[in-house]
C-alpha cells in the first residue's frame, strides 16, 4: 500500500523518543515521561554513542540543540520584542510551552498536533503543576485546507490578529519533500502577513554538500525513514540554499541559525565538526 505523503500519523515513534530526550536532559516535566519513550531511548543508546564516536554527534545532540536554540529565539522575540503569542505545531511532547508560560504569564501558547495527540497533550498540560489559563493543546493538521483543523482556522480562532505571532515547527518539515512542505510554508507566510506580521521558527538538517559525512547522512534519512515510516528529506545542500527558498516563498528577512555559533551561551551540547542541524528564522 502506498502512504499518503501528507499522512503526519506515523511520527508517533519520534515524537515518544524526542520526548524522553527532553526528559532525561531535565527539560521535560514529570507527567511527559512514557515508558515506550524510555525504551526507545534506552534500546537506541548504543547507536548513540557509536554515532557520537565516528560523526562528532548523534540523534540527541542535535536534538538538544535545535531545542536550545528555538528556545532562546522564542524567548529573545518575548522579550526584546514583545511578542505575546505563540503556535507550536506538531508539538508532541515538547516541554518548551509549559516552561515558557511559566517564565512569561502574560504569554499565550497554543499547542497544536493531531486530534489523539492534542488530546493527549492537553490532558498532560492538565496535570502540569500551575497551568496557565492561556496554555492550551488543540488539533491541527498542516495540509488541512479546510475546517476547524487547518492552519487558518486555528489561528483565526485562537490568536489576536492585531498583534504579531511566533510560530514554530520542530521536529516537522523533514518528514515531507519539499514541494509538499512548501505548500505548508507558503499558506503560513500569508496568515503571518494577515496577523500583523510574524516570526516562523523552524529547524531543518542541510544535506551539506561539502560534509565529510555526506554519506552518512544519507544512509541515516533512509534508516529513520524506516523506522518511523515516512519519507525523510534533507531539503538543502547549503545554508545559502535555505535562505533563498525562504525567500523566494515570501519571507524576508530570513536567517539561518547554526548551533555553533551559540556554544559559548547556551547549554546545548557540542559537536565535533560543523552540525548537522539547523534553525531558520523566518520573518513576515
Known sequence: MTQNKTDTSSISFTALYTGHV????GLSAPSFHTRMGSFYYHALAPFE???????????RTFLLQRHHLIDHLVSRAIEDEGVTQVLEIACGLSPRGCRLTEKYPQLKYVEADLPDMADRKQRLLAQAAALSPQHLAVPLNVFSLHGNDSLESVIAECFDADKPLLVITEGLVNYFDLETIN????RLRVCLQQHSGG????DNYPLLHDHPFHRTMTVLRGLLGTVSRSRVSFHFGSDAEAQQHFEQCGFAPVTVHNPRDYYATLPMPQSRGNPFVRVIEARA
Open 22 to 25: 527532553w526528559t532525561a536532559n
Open 49 to 59: 554513542y557509536i554515532g557520537g564516536k565516528l560523526a562528532g554527534g548523534n540523534i
Open 183 to 186: 505548500g505548508f510554508w507558503e
Open 199 to 202: 516570526i516562523y521558527l523552524t
